[in-house]
């Protein structure tokens, strides 16, 4: 398994590389326009900086290959694993102090509102933890990086780079323009479809705004009024998903009737050569869509994303089939290591995703107690759900989930790939479009 370095890189979406115009028109519906000052503050920002956000990202990407490969060059010169010399690094790295903790805990006190130290100190432990462990990881490649003789060559961010260009050499070993693109096209794809799909969302909430009140206007009513009559007066069940439902029909209504044109383009798709390895999946192995799902089962976004993806799968039969694979974030949920463990201890007795089911309506008990206990109430045998909880082996194949998401540019959870193109839009209809473009494709 090829190691990823850990790299602490903070994207910024600031001002572009480029002049942006500050009023360039996004949109218009009869008679209406719609520029950059209609989006929101922080949406505006991310818009005009895209080319800076994605020239970061190649920067950050460039520099997680170059650790990689001084990583790869150490392995082979002192015949071992990338695995093998990381976890030697990481033991040398002590333990945060109580000081230390304290320190951190007196400096945040208003961002933790009324929680406790004793409630908090898990999440300063892994961020304190993290913070270590990537330095020595920084250090490590440094050093690296002088043995094996490193040699910067073009700026990846060059207006004028070519494939042929040298980004840098290692033990004269070259890396190209053309070898970086090769390897993360996909990647910084996610990135610029990531500011379209948010500047398109908040632009059409804008719009939609507008052009109720320009309706209401048209009916000489009140925009309340208009939100009664289309909307809350045609509830029935009084769920969100049929407000939803309404609020989006009366959303294309309206864009049709304006004649709603967005000049907003996403990105023409590229797909990341994401593996459903043998993970757990429920569908038809040979269906022609896979959806492939990092998860992380203390995860609230997961928890509420979960159920959304299933009623969009539901109505595409064995045409679609669901790949879970587990991307834990230690760093933040304490208990998400062992609930991806005890899912895997499940799974070897065929119930994975009936487990996964009381992981999610129980994130706020994950302990090892309370992970024995929803395997009992499955009726598993407890005696070989143990063994399996603390097998090696299961753990070595949470790891590779978690290095194969790393390499695949997961970030965050949960993170969705259909067909290999990473999701951008989380919601039933988002889902929906995209399996139905993957299905229109040719295999």
């Known amino acids: 398994m090829k190691v990823v370095f850990l790299i602490l890189f903070v994207v910024v979406f600031a001002p572009s590389l480029k002049a942006q115009k500050a009023d360039e028109v996004l949109a218009t519906a009869n008679g209406l326009t719609f520029t950059t000052n209609s989006l929101s503050e922080s949406v505006r920002k991310n818009y005009v900086g895209r080319d800076a956000a994605v020239a970061a990202e190649r920067t950050r990407l460039l520099t997680s290959m170059i650790n990689e490969t001084v990583l790869e060059a150490e392995a082979k010169s002192v015949n071992s694993t990338g695995n093998a010399l990381i976890a030697a690094e990481l033991k040398k790295v002590a333990e945060p102090t109580a000081a230390e903790i304290k320190t951190i805990f007196d400096a945040n006190k208003a961002a933790f509102g009324d929680k406790s130290f004793d409630q908090v100190r898990p999440q300063i432990v892994a961020f304190l933890r993290n913070n270590a462990q990537q330095k020595a990881m920084n250090g490590l490649a440094e050093r690296l990086k002088t043995k094996y003789k490193f040699v910067a060559g073009k700026d990846i961010n060059a207006a004028d780079v070519k494939p042929a260009d040298t980004l840098f050499s290692i033990a004269g070993k070259t890396v190209t323009a053309g070898d970086f693109t090769d390897r993360y096209n996909a990647q910084l794809y996610d990135v610029k479809a990531a500011i379209a799909v948010q500047t398109v969302n908040d632009l059409e909430n804008s719009i939609f705004s507008t052009l109720i009140e320009q309706e209401a206007k048209a009916r000489s009513i009140e925009v309340g009024d208009l939100i009664a009559a289309e ?37 023409e798709p590229v797909a990341h050569n994401v593996s459903a390895d043998d993970d757990p999946f429920s569908g038809k192995a040979e269906a022609p869509v896979t959806v492939i799902m990092f998860s992380d089962f203390q995860c609230s976004a997961c928890s509420a994303t979960h159920p959304v993806l299933k009623r969009a799968l539901a109505a595409y039969g064995g045409n679609v089939r669901l790949v879970v694979r587990d991307f834990p974030l230690e760093s933040v949920h304490e208990n998400a290591f062992h609930a991806a463990l005890a899912a895997n201890a499940a799974r070897a007795q065929g119930k994975f995703f009936e487990y996964v089911e009381i992981l999610y309506r129980s994130q706020d008990s994950l302990d090892d107690a309370s992970l024995k206990r929803f395997a009992a109430e499955l009726g598993l045998n407890a005696k070989q759900f143990e063994l399996d909880f603390i097998s090696e082996k299961t753990a070595a194949e949470v790891r590779k989930d978690m290095g194969d998401g ?16 990473k999701a951008q839009r989380f919601s039933e209809a988002g889902f929906r479009s995209m399996i139905d473009r993957a299905l229109s494709r040719p295999k």
């Open 231 to 267: 909307i809350t007066d045609k509830l029935r069940e009084f769920s969100d998903e049929e407000r939803f439902a309404l609020q989006d029909a009366l959303r294309k209504k309206l864009f049709e009737k304006y004649s709603v044109k967005i000049a907003v383009k996403e990105p």
């Open 406 to 421: 790393d390499r695949n540019g997961v970030r965050s959870t949960p993170t969705i790939f259909i067909n290999g193109i």
